[in-house]
């Protein structure tokens, strides 16, 4: 499997690159990310490559930088994105501001990614929230405060009907802070109040 491309840029397009190594010209399909970063053609560019090979064809998939190829390979891992659908979601948001929208469970931002509906966006956020490192360069969120067991069992109960994950969070926390007993019953029903 191809790594690695170094080479020189004979064409690029925001999802596009052509590149000449040895005497062959590679078509790369890129993220927007990656096009900014591209010299102008004629330079020497170097890619991160993903090789996604199917049965009527063998797609090169390339990126800037290692982090942005490690969550494109992130995003693939979840059900129902394809290569062509995590190259237009990485086009959608810079790296580090989709990092942080997952991790913050905003999927309003990530539905305004052309092809990305609701469904796909709280199954992004619901399988990559806890795999993704904080977003380099910017300071981690800061820490809230654990859930009990009983929290715990409330947010279940309350994914369990089918809330999203971060407004099921945010109404337990809420119910708490609004000072509603720490036991199962009235936290979960005032939860249940706070998440609709």
Known sequence: MIAVLRGLLLE???????????????????????????PEAGAEVRLRIYTHVR?????????????????????IAVSGIGP????????????????????????????????VGKKTAERIVLELRDKLPAP???ETEPARPALSE????????LLNL??????????VRKAKSGGTPAEFEPLFRRSLELVR
Do not use: M, W
């Open 12 to 38: 690029k397009h925001p999802n596009q690159a052509i590149v000449e190594a040895g005497g062959v010209g590679y078509d790369v399909h890129i993220p927007i990310s990656t096009f900014t970063h591209l």
């Open 55 to 75: 049965e009527d064809a063998l797609l090169l998939y390339g990126f800037s930088s290692q982090d942005e190829k490690n969550l494109f390979e992130k995003l």
């Open 84 to 115: 062509s659908l995590a190259i237009k979601v990485l086009s959608g948001l810079a790296a580090p501001d989709l990092i942080g929208a997952i991790r913050q469970g905003e999927i309003d931002r990530l539905v305004r990614i052309p092809g």
């Open 136 to 138: 380099i360069g910017r």
């Open 150 to 157: 009983v929290d715990q069992d409330v947010l279940s109960a």
């Open 162 to 171: 089918g809330c999203a994950r971060a407004a099921a969070e945010a109404a």
